[in-house]
C-alpha cells in the first residue's frame, strides 16, 4: 500500500481481468475522491471497466458529504463516457447502509455496482460479467 497522507493507504494494481483497489485508514472526502479518481484514472489506462474495491476506512463521512463527492465522480464518469462494473467489499464496517445508498446512486448513473459482505462473493460477481472481451490476445472494455 501506498501511503497518501499519515491517516490513509491506497493500493490499485490489475490482477486477473479487473483492477483491484484497497483503501485503509480515515475516511475523508478528499480521501474518498481520491480512490475514485485513481480507479477512473486506471480503467481509462487499462482500458479495464471492472473494478473490486476492498474499503478499509475505520469510519463514514456524514451523507452529505459523500454525496458531494458522488457528483464531482458522476460528473467525471460521464464526460469519459465510462459505464462499468463495481464490486464494493467493506472489510470494517458492518453496517453497509451508505454503500446500498452508494450502489443506487450508482446504479441510477449507468454504473453496475453491488455492495458485498463477502469478498469471494464479490470476486466471483464481477469475474460472471461480461463487460471484458478478448480479441487477438488483447483485453478489451466495451464503453457506450
Given at each position: 500500500?501506498?501511503?497518501?497522507?499519515?491517516?490513509?493507504?491506497?493500493?490499485?494494481?490489475?490482477?486477473?481481468?479487473?483492477?483491484?483497489?484497497?483503501?485503509?485508514?480515515?475516511?475523508?472526502?478528499?480521501?474518498?475522491?481520491?480512490?475514485?479518481?485513481?480507479?477512473?484514472?486506471?480503467?481509462?489506462?487499462?482500458?479495464?471497466?471492472?473494478v473490486l474495491y476492498i474499503e478499509g476506512f475505520s469510519n463514514q463521512i456524514p451523507l452529505q458529504d459523500m454525496l458531494l463527492v458522488w457528483r464531482k465522480i458522476f460528473r467525471i464518469l460521464e464526460e469519459n463516457k465510462i459505464n462499468g462494473s463495481i464490486a464494493v467489499f467493506d472489510k470494517i464496517k458492518d453496517d453497509h447502509t451508505i454503500n446500498i445508498v452508494s450502489e443506487s446512486l450508482a446504479s441510477a448513473q449507468g454504473i453496475n455496482a453491488k455492495v458485498f459482505n463477502n469478498l469471494d462473493e464479490a470476486i466471483a460477481w464481477l469475474k460472471s460479467l461480461s463487460i471484458l472481451k478478448k480479441e487477438n490476445g488483447v483485453t478489451t472494455a466495451s464503453r457506450r
Open positions: 500500500m501506498r501511503n497518501r497522507n499519515s491517516d490513509f493507504q491506497f493500493d490499485i494494481r490489475l490482477q486477473d481481468d479487473y483492477i483491484l483497489a484497497e483503501s485503509i485508514g480515515s475516511e475523508t472526502p478528499e480521501n474518498m475522491s481520491y480512490v475514485y479518481e485513481e480507479i477512473i484514472k486506471k480503467v481509462i489506462e487499462w482500458n479495464c471497466e471492472r
